[in-house]
């Protein structure tokens, strides 16, 4: 079984068929998704998401293109949702220096913000990471403590910069990139990084990988990100999967 530990479910792109997409996890072999919020609406949306599906755990908190909307307020609401069960993360949350939809010392504020609020509740964050590799590293440095952890979300470092990642605590997850043709770092990073290292995600409906590139992603086309790794570290499909659920489990302590 697979596990997508990246998807905004509450797209308007699966508007049409989303309860079906669901109800056909099983099917696909997926056996647990995380439903990633990016502002206050969807990360209440996120909770409720996990709170009526088995298979759908949830992160909360405000991605940096909609850090511009952010305040105190909002953010007392998103620490309020982490007592939700199935709240797992927070996230996704980070710098985004290719859009620049919000200004860049709003993004780093809140950034800030968020880790902190992380650490003080003692939950793993997930980082979006655009054009910004050197703030975003030297951020997540300072704000360093016993215990971070979390996801470096569709990873587009290169492989030393993974590596420090690795040091302070968070897994390296692949996205649909990764099939490529032209993605010559990311396909480097999984052939270098170990396997319990690394996770494997969608960032449906964004991202869709090879064959379907073009189309709508979903949490059922991870399973081409893991057969790509496979491919490129030479292993079994097999191996990649146990090992990317494994570390999903481990991070979120999910039993």
Not at 101 to 111: G, L, T
Not at 176 to 187: E, L, M, Q, V, Y
Request: hydrophobic share 35%; aromatic share 10%.
């Amino acid at each position: 079984m697979l596990v997508d530990s990246h998807v905004h479910l509450d797209d308007g792109r699966f508007d049409r068929d989303r309860d079906k997409l669901i109800e056909r996890f099983e099917q696909d072999g997926i056996s647990y998704v995380l439903h990633a919020a990016y502002d206050l609406q969807s990360s209440i949306k996120a909770v409720n998401a996990s709170e009526k599906h088995e298979k759908i755990y949830a992160s909360v908190g405000y991605h940096p293109h909609d850090a511009k909307d952010a305040t105190d307020e909002s953010l007392q609401i998103i620490r309020s949702l982490t007592k939700k069960s199935k709240v797992v993360a927070i996230g996704e949350i980070g710098l985004d220096y290719h859009y620049d939809y919000s200004p860049r010392d709003i993004q780093k504020k809140w950034f800030v913000e968020q880790i902190r609020m992380a650490k003080e509740l003692d939950m793993p964050y997930i980082v979006h990471d655009r054009e910004a590799h050197g703030d975003i590293f030297n951020i997540m440095k300072a704000e360093q403590y016993s215990g971070t952890r979390g996801i470096m979300h569709c990873y587009s470092g290169n492989v030393e910069l993974a590596r420090e990642f690795i040091k302070m605590g968070f897994l390296i997850s692949i996205a649909g990139p990764i099939t490529f043709s032209n993605a010559r770092k990311t396909k480097e990073v999984a052939k270098e990084i170990p396997l319990e290292h690394l996770l494997i995600e969608t960032d449906g409906p964004y991202l869709t990988p090879v064959p379907f590139r073009g189309k709508r992603n979903e949490p059922a086309y991870v399973r081409y990100v893991a057969q790509e790794i496979a491919a490129i570290k030479d292993i079994s499909f097999e191996a990649v999967a146990e090992a990317t659920t494994g570390n999903f489990k481990r991070l979120f302590n999910i039993k």
